[in-house]
């Protein structure tokens, strides 16, 4: 088959999402939605409703997805029927986020605009999640009209609950986009590698404090653990990230326990790791902590000889002293090191009883707070030299050869 040709045929398999944006400030998150159907390898066309517009440009979408992006009924000379055209190529009609008047229209088979009259046109399936302000989303006329939507059977993404764009606190919110996206991957069939698996993720540095002021720590960004983690969450796994103090969101449909020093991040880890299938720990976790911290801060004066007499004592090892007593976890240890970077990723190997070690070099500006990185994978069966590449694929290529360890 020429090359030509197996490209044609992967596009052929390729499945299409059509992505129904409506009026509502959660519009933006759409395109955090586009991307990551992209990453999962769906091809996505978005149709917008012109309120929808008010929020966010058809341009950022068409520039995102490389393709047209509907609007208006009459928008597309070459295509007078364009409603018709995009129902029959969509394979998943996702409207997200979904307003309360467009759940409503739907509800009835109202069709006023391009992307209401493409959504009774379709016979794909339909996912909603809607957003909107929670007394909207509790009034019994979109109560009852989401019922009725999920009778007929659209699948509806229950809205998060908490803080709300206009200032309520309630349900209403836009369902996290992983939540999202992986309803929409469960729809299509596509496989989710990770559904059922519990996976474990340590990330960040950790804070050992002096006194209230100062403490020891480390440069690590957190960006390998939180990318892992959220890879994860994207491929079905039950996450739980235990994260150091870091300056990143965590991802949406992670469960993240958040600790300060070794100690408190050895025992969330700890409580995790026994129901864990795959544990990765990418935390730059500091050896050492002052015996005991100040409780008062430390005067200028008092600083300088104090500091210089501080007791050190050795934190615990939290990836040696769980996996040593490991079952069926699949235990991931990183080795961060400036020399002999492979020669000490396998003494890590066995000293830390890990099933995989990734091995980067770190110092000046490599690994630490970098948006890429480029390792080399240690295990029993010998070393393997990966290309640089960015810490979200990075992600994906640890969980990939952890998989290969699943007992
Ligand atoms: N690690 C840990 N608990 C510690 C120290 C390290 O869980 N107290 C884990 C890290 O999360 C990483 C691995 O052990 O997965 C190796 O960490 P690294 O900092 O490279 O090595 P260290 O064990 O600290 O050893 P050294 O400082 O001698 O390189």
Not at 178 to 198: H, N, T, Y
Not at 269 to 280: L, N, R, S, T, W
Not at 293 to 322: F, H, Q, S, W, Y
Not at 337 to 353: G, I, P, Q
């Amino acid at each position: 088959m020429s090359e030509d040709e197996s490209r044609c045929e992967a596009a052929s398999h390729q499945k299409t999402v059509l992505l129904g944006v409506t009026g509502c400030i959660a519009a933006y998150k759409s395109c955090e939605i586009v991307r990551l159907l992209q990453k999962a390898g769906v091809r996505v066309k978005v149709v917008m409703t012109e309120h929808a517009t008010e929020f966010v440009g058809p341009l950022t979408f068409r520039s995102l997805t490389h393709e047209p992006v509907g609007v208006g009924l009459f928008d597309n000379p070459s295509d007078p029927i364009h409603h018709i055209s995009l129902a029959q190529e969509a394979d998943l009609f996702l409207i997200a986020p979904c307003t309360a008047n467009v759940i409503a229209k739907l509800a009835n088979g109202l069709a006023d605009d391009l992307l209401t009259t493409t959504a009774l046109a379709t016979t794909a399936p339909l996912v909603i999640a809607p957003a909107m302000n929670v007394n909207m989303y509790e009034n019994g006329a979109t109560r009852y009209n989401i019922g009725k939507l999920h009778i007929r059977g659209a699948r509806i993404i229950e809205t998060g609950d908490g803080y709300l764009a206009c200032g309520d606190v309630g349900k209403g919110r836009l369902a996290d986009v992983e939540d999202i996206v992986s309803a929409v991957l469960d729809e299509l069939g596509l496989s989710r590698d990770l559904a059922g698996k519990r996976v474990m993720v340590t990330a960040g540095p950790t804070v050992e404090p002096i006194d209230p002021v100062r403490y020891i720590s480390n440069h690590s960004s957190g960006k390998t653990g939180y990318a892992i983690a959220r890879a994860a969450a994207l491929r079905g796994a039950d996450v739980t990230l235990v994260s150091g103090p870091v300056s990143i969101a965590p991802p949406e449909a992670v469960r993240t326990v958040r600790v300060r020093t070794a100690l408190e991040m050895f025992e969330a880890a700890q409580e995790a790791f026994g129901a864990a299938d795959i544990a990765v720990f990418a935390a730059a976790v500091a050896d050492v902590r002052p015996k005991q911290a100040a409780p008062r801060k430390l005067k200028k004066g008092e600083a300088d000889a104090a500091l210089g007499a501080i007791e050190l004592v050795e934190n615990p090892d939290i990836l040696a002293t769980l996996a040593s007593s490991k079952k069926r976890q699949v235990v991931v240890g990183f080795a961060a090191e400036t020399d002999d970077v492979v020669a000490n990723a396998e003494k890590k190997l066995s000293t830390k009883h890990a099933d995989l070690v990734v091995a980067n070099q770190v110092g000046e500006g490599k690994a630490f707070g970098t948006d890429d990185n480029q390792v080399w994978f240690v295990d029993d069966e010998g070393v393997e030299e990966l290309p640089r590449m960015s810490k979200e694929r990075l992600a994906d290529a640890i969980l990939d050869k952890a998989l290969e360890f699943v007992r």
